[in-house]
Structures are given as C-alpha cells and as structure tokens.
C-alpha cells in the first residue's frame, strides 16, 4: 500500500483497521479469549480499545519473532492454552471478516 506503517494499523473510518476484526471477535459469545500478537508500538491500539469490549484479552509482542517462528510456536501449542477447544488464527489486516466466517469450521 506503500504507507510508512503497517496497514493494519492505517485509519479507516476513524479507527485502525485492525480493530474491526478484534470488534467483531469480542462480541461473540463463543470466543472466550483473544490474544493480540502484535509490535510492542502498536499495543496502544489494542490497550486503548480494552474499555470498549467486555472480553479477557492478552497482548503479546512479536517483534523479536517473523511470521514463521510465531506460526511455528502456535503449531507448537506455545501460543495459546492447550486445553481450548478451537483456536482461530486471524491477520489483522483483513477487516471485513464476519462472526459467519469465524463460525465456519474449517477442513
């Protein structure tokens, strides 16, 4: 997109893009817990939203991690409580997604 940031962190309609999908995975009944996995200089997205939802959520940093360790330590199961019983993976930086398409149970 050629911004300086991420973009999931751009503006769109007042509010970082990536809030939308962590909106959208708060109001479901069903998610008992989101972990935000994100650049420590981006916590304050997620630290400020933290007032607006009624959602236990963990922030955790990756900056010393790439998308491939991160994805490793969640295959792993070192990035999430063992004992749950679905776990979806969503990137941040696609807004638009429904509480339909987090129902959908994948293959």
Known sequence: MGASMLKQYLPLLSQPI?????YTFSRMPEVKEIIVVCDPSYRDVFEDARDKIQKEHNLRN????????FYLL???GKAFDLTSELVRIHGSARPLVSTGDVEKRGP
């Open 74 to 76: 969640i295959f792993q």
């Open 62 to 69: 990756n900056s010393h991690l790439d998308p491939e360790e």
């Open 18 to 22: 990536a809030l939308y999908s962590f």
